[in-house]
């Protein structure tokens, strides 16, 4: 039987309990399911058709790394985790289930983007298969957002997956290596982040929409994401992200 972590509670449990445990947070869900989750970053959810992210779909986020065949370099990529709770925290009073030790938070930055962790699950899936299943799993359940290290899945799992998002509005969230924006996905959105120079101490990122169902991409529109002072993520414009007064916090 597979590990499943509360790390809030730091109990260990079985991943066959895990659809006893959905069931549990579904009967607990606030909020209509459906509506979609905003990014927080006014000039991102203007770019989206629905205002954010559709809920009962997708949505893939590829991090750093993993490029080119070397295994070793598949094996140390690095999801976007702040992106990934800073997403999360948008969701609201939603429950967030994160599967796959890869994409579990780790660090001071990354618990403070999420907020309070009591409406967090932990679930520790350590290969493929495990994760598939649990994910499906947890896109199944309404009123949760699901944080998933998505890596190694093909067309046939990712159909999979969206057809289970979209059963019952759940949004699903999916980090995945750089290298793998050249595999076939049934996602609403695909979004490749990249480290970017700044101009002063706080970290950035290039936050680029690589495709999104609805809309007709002439260019790929990109976004500088930088660190603010308290701890959030604010959007910045790219031609202006050096110049005074141009970090824009998520509100």
Excluded: Y
């Excluded at 949760?144 to 046939?156: C, K, N, P, R, Y």
């Amino acid at each position: 039987m597979l590990p499943l972590v509360d790390k809030s509670a730091l109990v260990g449990r079985s991943l066959g309990d895990l659809a006893a445990r959905l069931r549990e947070i579904e009967n607990r869900a606030v909020g209509e399911p459906g509506a979609a989750v905003r990014t927080g970053w006014v000039e991102v959810d203007a770019a989206l058709p629905e205002g954010g992210l559709r809920a009962g779909a997708l949505h893939e986020w590829c991090g750093v790394g993993g490029v080119g065949g070397d295994r070793r370099a598949f094996a140390t990529w690095v999801p976007p985790l702040l992106m990934l709770a800073h997403l999360a925290r948008r969701a609201g009073r939603a429950w967030s289930v994160w599967i796959g030790r890869r994409v579990w938070l780790h660090g001071h930055a990354a618990c403070a983007a999420l907020g309070g962790p009591e409406r967090s699950l932990w679930v520790d899936a350590p290969d493929a298969g495990s994760r598939l299943w649990a994910i499906e799993a947890a896109l199944r359940c309404p009123g949760v957002v699901v944080i998933a290290d998505g890596s190694g899945f093909d067309s046939a799992a990712s159909r999979r997956l969206q057809l289970a998002a979209a059963s019952c509005g759940a949004l699903g969230v999916l980090a995945r290596p750089a290298a793998e924006l050249a595999e076939i996905s049934f996602a609403s959105t695909r979004w490749a982040v990249s480290p970017a120079p700044g101009g002063g101490l706080a970290p950035r990122w290039m936050l680029t929409l690589v495709r999104c169902k609805g809309v007709r991409a002439v260019d790929s529109p990109r976004w500088m994401i930088e660190r603010t002072r308290d701890g959030g993520l604010g959007c910045l414009s790219p031609e202006l992200a050096d110049g005074p007064g141009a970090q824009v916090a998520a509100s």
